[in-house]
């Protein structure tokens, strides 16, 4: 196919790609992972009732009036076990985390007591069987499934496996990405400053792009406009799993990406894809390797990679949410659409009335990279839009979760 739209292209990308295979990690090495196995607890949790307060562990029956003036039998810290059963008109001092004594069924808060004498305590609430009282097996009970083949590895993930004592487990591999660009126009970053060329850009946006995956890429550097250079590059590059190419996938003369990726085995599944920015977007197959074109201006870049590569790449790490949050917000501004492709057009949120609003950052154009700097979301145009006025509700695609704090009070 040589011109696809954006939701056509998501849908080939997703068909080709599959989870890759599993490795054993330590659980200090896990977070960003996916696990790709079953684990079970392997105890109850707690193991018996315990106290969810600093207080006093109680009969409910002997506070059913409050104020009561109750007999301190004992005090209980966590990790020690009750020695005394509670019986009529007694009470035991009790800590959080501790467990609850035999005959006890409810504990009242330190702060809801008084002491009166040595050894009695007056109780000014009331309180049923239960209260503040964490039952056995609240968390987890022995031989539950706590986490399934799937689950991406986040701290409170992290926490779960601890928990159930999984030293080592099973992930999806992570893929190994290479990054190349390619053109006589452009100007290394260890090169100096020649205003007759481009600064390459686009290998290290990719790359922090990759990267913030959790995957360090292999970097191949510049390739020139020459075909046996690029081609020994592009070989190179094929023995990953991954090969992303900036640049070089137009129609000119010395676009010369598609004859050397095509002549190593490539098999094109698109060349094109229906978007602004990014239209020379092209994707591809080698057996298990995936290769990529991505458009060579900067912001077409960058848009492309994180509709389009991203996505394939959390899929491979066998993510099952492989796309960005989406919100609804109102535009500020009148937007003249391009009908015919879905433009992701970059915006900053504000927040008015208990609703976001969405302002284009200025400038669209696809060389204009301080235009993605300064974005917090893509506004997303559907490609048979003819426009939209200031106020139009829109759909936009988070980049930075942070803006979502504005909405909770967490800015001041």
Not at 223 to 233: C, G
Request: glycine share 10%.
């Amino acid at each position: 196919m040589e011109n696809v739209k954006a939701s056509e292209a998501q849908r080939i990308i997703g068909e080709c790609i599959k989870p890759l295979g599993v490795e054993s990690v330590s659980l200090e090495q896990s977070l960003g992972r996916v696990l790709a196995e079953q684990l079970t607890a392997n105890r109850d949790l707690p193991p018996f009732a315990v106290s969810a307060m600093d207080g006093f562990a109680v009969r409910a029956v002997d506070v059913g009036t409050a104020p009561k003036t109750l007999e301190i039998i004992e005090e209980i810290n966590a990790g020690e076990m009750p020695r005394l059963a509670v019986q009529a008109g007694q009470c035991a001092r009790i800590m959080t985390g501790a467990p609850m004594p035999r005959g006890a069924d409810a504990v009242i808060k330190v702060e809801d007591t008084e002491a009166v004498e040595e050894g009695r305590v007056r109780i000014g609430v009331t309180a049923d069987a239960g209260n503040f009282v964490r039952p056995r097996g609240e968390s987890m009970h022995l031989g539950d499934v706590v986490l399934t083949a799937g689950t991406p590895i986040f701290p409170g993930v992290v926490g779960v496996l601890a928990t159930v004592k999984a030293r080592r487990f099973s992930v999806y591999r992570r893929p190994t990405v290479a990054i190349l660009s390619t053109g006589d126009e452009l100007e290394g970053l260890d090169e100096p400053v020649d205003p007759t060329k481009i600064p390459d850009s686009n290998t290290y946006a990719v790359m922090a792009q990759v990267q913030s995956l959790g995957i360090e890429p292999v970097m191949l550097g510049i390739a020139r406009d020459d075909p046996v250079a690029l081609e020994a590059l592009l070989k190179h590059g094929l023995e990953c799993d991954v090969l992303l190419v900036s640049g070089g996938s137009s129609e000119g003369a010395r676009d010369l990406v598609r004859p050397c990726v095509e002549k190593l085995g490539v098999q094109i599944k698109f060349w094109r894809v229906a978007t602004r920015p990014g239209h020379p977007f092209a994707f591809g197959q080698r057996e298990a390797t995936y290769f990529f074109g991505l458009p060579g201006y900067p912001v077409s870049s960058m848009v492309c990679c994180e509709q389009f590569v991203l996505p394939a790449l959390r899929r491979l790490m066998g993510q099952t949410r492989v796309y960005r949050r989406t919100v609804k917000a109102r535009l500020a501004q009148p937007f003249r659409a391009h009908p015919g492709r879905t433009e992701f057009v970059r915006v900053v949120l504000s927040q008015e009335a208990l609703e976001f609003v969405a302002t284009p950052t200025g400038s669209q154009s696809s060389m204009v990279l301080l235009s993605m700097a300064r974005a917090e979301g893509f506004m997303i145009v559907p490609a048979d839009c003819k426009g939209l006025a200031a106020g139009d509700y829109v759909t936009v695609q988070l980049l930075d979760g942070a803006v979502l704090q504005e909405s909770m009070g967490f800015n001041e």
